[in-house]
């Protein structure tokens, strides 16, 4: 890589850099352990099953998980909102969802709905990227059996209200997925608060982890039902074909990632206190945002809120060009386009061709945001007198 200006603005998508304590610990794992885990006896595998069940009694306890089986671990975020859907979704049912899912969600959902499998019902998002809680609900009928609703969009930041919809469900048969990407290890996530039966969410956003990490929490009084979505060894019950049916083994096929929940098992250890933590997510939200707001003829989509993911765009200049002048005059490293956000994006009126999104993070230092922000306004300005 050169040693041009790198200023990273495409935290939502994942965070860098990683701290040098989980780059280490990746290292040292494949240096000195690098053996699988729930595979073998011997003293190396069992350092290495330590350090897959550190992560999972620490995120249980992030989320305020009652146990730690509760907890699986996917490739990323994707393979594990998947394993949620496939696990409790069945021929017949039908599926509530918000037009500010991810593809991760919409696309699994869509296909099951176009094979005629299930219903799918999407609720629409305002213009402020948020749904209302009474659409959202108004839309659960009695064969409803899930209802998915992320934490916060990728593509405003906007939070959704997860607690209000989940604690209107509790006594109902629907079940509550919700897709914590986003928000996991920068506000705090609460499967109690929430109510939730499901959450999912990837390590490598703001919770610091590498690419490769994801964990998927499912409700113990779900645990009988639900059904595996990919199969393979364990490193139990090899005698049976059958899956075992105890979690987390059931959702765990395959090798796990042991390097990459290594470093991140470091970076969950950093995180410290999360109330502070989504303080310091919250100033540089204010920062970015006002800056961005201030600037005239630059249309914002994001609102104020504790997470620094800012949606803008500039008449008359497509997001991906506004992102490769970025790059390339600036050194500065944003995303343009859909953001994998299919929806959202006709609620918002950005539909064409979607937005320019700036996405920063707790590190991201004050001077890097003033730099982007004068970037951008220079930007908006040559557009306007030209
Ligand atoms: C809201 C949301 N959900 C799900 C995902 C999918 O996560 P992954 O990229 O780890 O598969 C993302 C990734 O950007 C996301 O922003």
């Given at each position: 890589?050169s040693d041009?200006t790198?200023?990273?603005l495409d935290?939502?998508a994942?965070?860098?850099p990683?701290s040098?304590?989980?780059?280490?610990?990746?290292?040292?794992f494949?240096k000195n352990?690098?053996?699988?885990?729930g595979?073998?006896?011997y003293r190396s595998?069992?350092?290495a099953?330590?350090i897959v069940?550190?992560?999972r009694?620490e995120?249980?306890?992030?989320?305020e998980a009652s146990?730690s089986?509760?907890i699986?671990f996917?490739?990323?975020?994707t393979?594990a909102?998947?394993?949620a859907?496939h696990g409790v979704?069945r021929?017949?049912?039908?599926?509530?969802?918000?037009?500010a899912e991810h593809?991760?969600?919409?696309?699994?959902?869509?296909n099951?709905?176009?094979?005629?499998?299930?219903?799918?019902?999407v609720?629409?998002?305002g213009?402020d990227?948020c749904v209302?809680s009474d659409?959202?609900?108004?839309a659960?009928?009695?064969?409803?059996?899930?209802?998915?609703l992320?934490h916060?969009?990728?593509v405003t930041g906007?939070i959704q209200?997860?607690?209000?919809v989940?604690?209107?469900?509790?006594?109902r048969?629907t079940?509550?997925?919700?897709?914590?990407?986003?928000?996991?290890?920068?506000i705090?996530?609460s499967v109690?608060d929430?109510?939730?039966?499901?959450?999912a969410a990837?390590?490598h956003?703001?919770?610091g982890?590498p690419?490769g990490?994801a964990?998927?929490?499912v409700a113990p009084?779900l645990?009988?039902?639900?059904?595996?979505?990919?199969?393979?060894?364990?490193?139990?019950?090899?005698?049976s074909?059958?899956?075992p049916?105890?979690?987390p083994a059931?959702?765990?096929a395959?090798?796990?990632n042991?390097?990459?929940?290594?470093?991140?098992?470091?970076a969950l250890?950093?995180?410290?206190?999360m109330q502070?933590?989504?303080?310091q997510?919250?100033?540089v939200?204010?920062?970015?945002?006002?800056?961005?707001k201030a600037i005239p003829?630059l249309?914002?989509?994001?609102?104020?809120g504790?997470?620094p993911?800012?949606?803008?765009?500039?008449?008359g200049l497509a997001?991906t060009d506004?992102?490769?002048?970025?790059?390339?005059?600036f050194?500065?490293?944003a995303?343009?386009?859909?953001h994998?956000?299919?929806l959202?994006?006709?609620c918002?009126?950005t539909g064409n061709?979607?937005t320019?999104?700036?996405?920063a993070?707790?590190?991201t230092?004050e001077?890097?945001i003033?730099y982007?922000v004068e970037?951008?306004?220079q930007i908006v300005?040559?557009?306007?007198?030209?």
């Open positions: 890589m041009r790198r200023i990273y935290h939502a994942t965070s860098w990683k040098q304590s989980v780059l280490h610990a990746m290292l040292d494949a352990c690098g053996v699988a885990a595979r073998g006896g595998a069992v350092d099953e330590r069940t550190g992560v009694k995120i249980a306890k992030l989320i146990q089986d509760t699986s996917h490739a990323n975020g393979a909102l998947n394993a859907i979704v021929d017949g049912d039908h599926v509530v969802a918000s037009a593809n991760s969600v919409l696309r699994p959902l869509d099951l709905s176009r094979e005629g499998r299930i219903q799918l019902t609720v629409p998002v213009t990227g209302n659409a959202f609900l108004r659960i009928q009695t064969n409803t059996r899930l209802a998915v992320t916060a969009s990728n906007a209200p997860v607690a209000e989940g604690k209107a469900l509790r006594d048969r079940l509550l997925l919700c897709d914590a990407a986003q928000s996991f290890g920068a705090p996530v109690q929430f109510h939730v039966d499901l959450l990837p390590g956003k703001s919770s982890g690419l990490t964990f998927l929490y009084e645990h009988d039902e639900f059904q595996p979505w990919m199969m393979g060894g364990t490193g139990s019950q090899s005698e074909l059958e899956m049916n105890s979690m059931k959702l765990e395959g090798n796990l042991v390097p990459a929940l290594a470093g991140w098992s470091k250890f950093e995180l410290g206190d502070e933590r989504m303080h997510h919250r100033r939200a204010e920062i970015l945002l006002s800056g961005l003829n249309k914002c989509y994001s609102s104020e504790p997470l993911i800012v949606s803008v765009n500039c008449d997001p506004f992102a490769a002048i970025l790059d390339s005059e050194g500065i490293e995303r343009a386009g859909l994998c956000a299919a959202i994006h006709d918002i009126g061709e979607g320019l999104r700036l996405s993070s707790a590190s230092s001077k890097d003033h982007a970037a951008v306004a300005g040559e557009m306007t007198d030209s």
